[in-house]
């Protein structure tokens, strides 16, 4: 309609006029392949706002001509569902064929992907889902098995660009018949800051041609799309890919000892409203896991940080985490306490039988003396320096077994060796990289990095 958002109005109206999403639908794609040949799989396209899942949708169900059913996860119920299946099986038996198009499907729950599930394997309708959700934690197990899994990117610079001149010219759904201009400089603001949307480019551009027109002027310059932009917030999603993807960035730029990066993945992190006892908590792991012995200081000043953070609150709270982020970017880094107790636990769960030691046994009444409790035990401190070296502490089977292996930075070199020294054992070094596989289990904490 002429009354329409400019962004509704530009939709494209062949696959071949959708821009940036070659790889999933261009010359050489699945889907590409398949509309050719006229058929059409069930889908579910994954990707950011903007980037044209509506669209596709309803041109791959124009490509193969079926009727296409739009539906929103958030107000369609099962009546509605199962009523649009049966109007789909009446279509079938004529020989035409449904498209069901279901919007944000990771907001539908088990009970309605159930609904749909042995109709989509039947082939009763095609599916076409459309999130911005990661469909391996949204989408239950049977129903992902029986779609493919297209993922669309958010528009380069060069895609919005592409998009926003065609806009100015077209005179039909566009702005060409306003005859405006736009300054070089506007434009690449405006393909820079939509953040890979076109919804939000075209909106922007419709809202800075008014500007433009209202002070008669036929030229849209920089300042209109800084006001029509406004505040844009870039697409982040405090439980999605987004989340999980951003915090891995932050701190494996940590890990990789570069400030820098970790600042910058900690300012989109805070300009995007992260919680910022989340980023804090994910630093004090940090110190532990990855600076560890080499740095003990990293420790209580991480514990420091999410404390300061948990009184300051935002946006002063931001400042101590710069803080923390840039002293572990910088300070040596050590493993061998995480490694460590890796491979501890895998002996500890393969001997959870083995008894303990008598001498290590404390010998709290007479009786449990004369059964042998604590004897031939050797009090460190009244050893030289301290330290009992060669009595075992392990369990018979594990005697001479050494989880820990030291890393060669930092105060961790100083404090082994003098170990070394005091017990007269032999080095044993960390290897780069060495990780026994249990330790996930032990620190996983959903995949936060």
Known sequence: MPDAPLAARMRPRSLEEVVGQDAAIGPGSMLHAMIGRG???????????????????RLLASSVEA???????????VAELRGVISDAARLRRGGGRTVV????????????????????????VTLIGATTE???????????SRVRVVRLQPLDERAIRELVERALRDEERGLGRLQLTMDEGAVTWLARSANGDARAALTALEIAADLAAGRGSGRIERGDISAALQDRRPYYDRAGDMHFDTISAFI????????????????????????????ARRLVILAAEDVGLADPQAL????????????????????????????????????????????ALEDARATAAEPVPLNLRNAATGLMARFGYGAGYRYAHDEPGHVASGQAYLPESLVGREYY????????????????????????????????????????????G
């Open 67 to 77: 009727a296409f059913v739009p539906l929103s996860a958030v107000t369609s119920g």
């Open 39 to 57: 058929r059409l799989p069930s889908v579910i396209l994954w990707g950011p706002p903007g980037c044209g899942k509506t669209t596709i949708a």
């Open 405 to 448: 292996r030291e890393g060669l930075l930092g105060a961790e070199a100083r404090l082994a060796a003098r170990w070394r020294a005091a017990t007269g054992r032999e080095r044993a070094i960390q290897a780069p990289g060495e990780l026994d596989e249990e330790m996930t289990e032990v620190v996983d904490d959903g995949g936060e």
């Open 300 to 343: 209580p000043l991480a514990v420091a940080c999410a404390q300061a953070v948990q009184f300051l609150g935002m946006p002063e709270g931001a400042i101590p985490l710069a803080e923390c982020a840039i002293y572990l970017a910088l300070a040596p880094k050590s493993n061998s306490a995480y490694a460590a107790l890796g491979r």
């Open 101 to 124: 198009f279901i919007d944000e499907i990771h907001r539908f729950n088990r009970a309605q992907q159930d609904v749909v599930l042995p109709h989509v394997e039947e082939g009763t």
């Open 252 to 279: 494996k730029s940590i890990r990789g000892s570069d400030p820098d990066a970790g600042l910058y993945w900690l300012g989109r992190m805070v300009d995007a409203g992260e919680d910022p006892l989340f980023i």
């Open 134 to 144: 990661n469909p391996s934690f949204e989408v239950v197990a049977p129903l992902l």
